[in-house]
Nanobody
Framework: QVQLQESGPGLVKPSQTLSLTCTVS??????????WSWIRQPPGKGLEWMGA???????YYSPSLKSRTSISRDTSKNQFTLQLSSVTPEDTAVYYC????????????WGQGTQVTVSS
């Protein structure tokens, strides 16, 4: 069974870069035809898809975050990473990694989520 787990600092200062890692077990991030996404939920708001990296290594980003977002992977560790630059308190949220089933915005496996607070 596929499991995903987020890790990284829970507190980031404004203007710095937020970096999170998702470790995947029970399935390879290079296996056809899945996409590996980052999703966040600010307090009191809904889920926001941020971007994804495909089994092929291709990346996709939300237009509203594209300028600040970078997703990469380390296939030897079966991990993928989120970097969000120039953060502000508006980036405070619970951050999730999740597997996309391929077609459409559907997700079958999720990490437990990790709280990230942007504050000085």
């Amino acid at each position: 069974q596929v499991q995903l787990q987020e890790s990284g600092p829970g507190l980031v200062k404004p203007s710095q870069t937020l970096s999170l890692t998702c470790t995947v077990s029970g399935g390879s991030i290079t296996t056809n035809y899945y996409y590996w996404s980052w999703i966040r939920q600010p307090p009191g708001k809904g889920l926001e898809w941020m971007g994804a990296i495909a089994y092929s290594g291709s990346t996709y980003y939300s237009p509203s975050l594209k300028s600040r977002t970078s997703i990469s992977r380390d296939t030897s560790k079966n991990q993928f990473t989120l970097q969000l630059s120039s953060v502000t308190p508006e980036d405070t949220a619970v951050y999730y990694c999740a597997r996309n089933q391929g077609w459409g915005m559907s997700f079958d496996y999720w990490g437990q989520g990790t709280q990230v607070t942007v504050s000085s």
